[in-house]
């Protein structure tokens, strides 16, 4: 099944985070997200320096970073506002409603500064529901979520049968807030639904932690996700400018479906 175009997909977005989403890909002609995992503030801004240009969205997960301060996310805004960038929290937030949202402004006070954070489904609808307000308040940054359908991971138990339906039911029901999925494969027919796909490589095929990879036109073209989310394959390389011209490359071309098939 063919995907609808891409300004298609913007005017029919009912979440605020898709039309940003889908005007920035067509502009930057990039549907890659860079999934930088450091642990300290100044590595993570220079590698977002150098990405900016060329991805959509930056991922975070701020809990890792050691130095996390009120200066790092003013610099990580600035960057975002200066490229027209994505601010990813992937926080994997998965607790009854009312303990998501304390968690969304607790001590990294989240929503302030993400754009998107990722969100599990195994809560249920209305614990989901309860981000409408956080989202629909000017107050904060935050302007969609992700709700996580599938993991990338070896024997993760949301291939359990029903799992990912039960997810995608939760998200197509509430498309003001929920911006799409994170998932392995397509799983929404709705067009503004974005499908967000970690777990490529172009190089590797698994890390000694479950993690499986597989490259950007097996995730893109074949599978029909939209958005390559990449890590080490670009931040463990020794040039990653370089790796970002490739990865940012071979998820485009696997997008705009032309036959440059290299994976
Ligand atoms: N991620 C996965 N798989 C999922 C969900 N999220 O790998 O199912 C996230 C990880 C990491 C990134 O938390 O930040 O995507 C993948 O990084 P990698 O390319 O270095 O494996």
């Known amino acids: 099944k063919k995907r609808a175009p891409l300004s298609v997909r913007m005017e029919n977005a009912s979440c605020r985070l898709n039309e940003l989403l889908y005007k920035t890909m067509q502009q930057k002609e990039s549907n890659l997200c860079l999934a930088i995992d450091f642990t ?27 130095d996390f301060d009120d200066q790092f996310v003013k610099e990580l805004r600035t960057i975002a506002h200066n490229h027209h960038c994505i601010i990813f929290e992937d926080r994997k937030l998965a607790d009854i ?19 998107v954070v990722t969100v599990h ?14 989202i629909n308040d000017d107050n904060y ?7 996580i359908a599938q993991l990338s991971s070896k024997g993760a138990l949301t291939q359990l049968d029903g799992y990912t339906q039960a997810a995608r039911n939760i998200g197509e029901a509430n498309r003001d807030i929920v911006a799409g999925f994170i998932c392995q494969t397509k799983i929404s027919d709705f067009d503004d639904m974005g499908h ?25 073209r074949r599978q029909l996700n939209d958005i390559v989310i990449v890590g080490r394959g670009v ?7 370089e790796q ?12 705009i479906g032309g036959d440059h098939d290299t994976t």
Do not use: M
Not at 97 to 115: E, M, P, S, T
Not at 127 to 133: P, Y
Not at 235 to 241: F, L, M, R, W
């Open 40 to 66: 300290q503030k100044e590595q993570i801004l220079e590698l977002a320096k150098v990405a900016a240009p060329h991805v959509v969205a930056i991922k975070l997960h701020a809990d890792c970073i050691t």
């Open 97 to 115: 409603g009312a303990v998501n949202i304390l968690q969304l402004k607790g001590h990294q006070n989240i929503a302030k500064w993400a754009d």
């Open 121 to 134: 489904a195994v809560q249920g609808q209305e614990s989901i529901e309860a981000f409408r307000k956080v």
């Open 141 to 147: 940054c935050l302007s969609g979520i992700l709700l």
């Open 196 to 220: 967000w796909t970690p777990g490529v490589n172009l190089d590797a095929k698994s890390d000694d932690a479950g993690q499986q990879w597989r490259g950007a036109n097996e995730a893109i």
């Open 235 to 241: 931040t463990a390389s020794k040039n990653p400018k």
């Open 244 to 255: 970002l011209e490739r990865y940012k490359r071979e998820a485009w071309n696997a997008f």
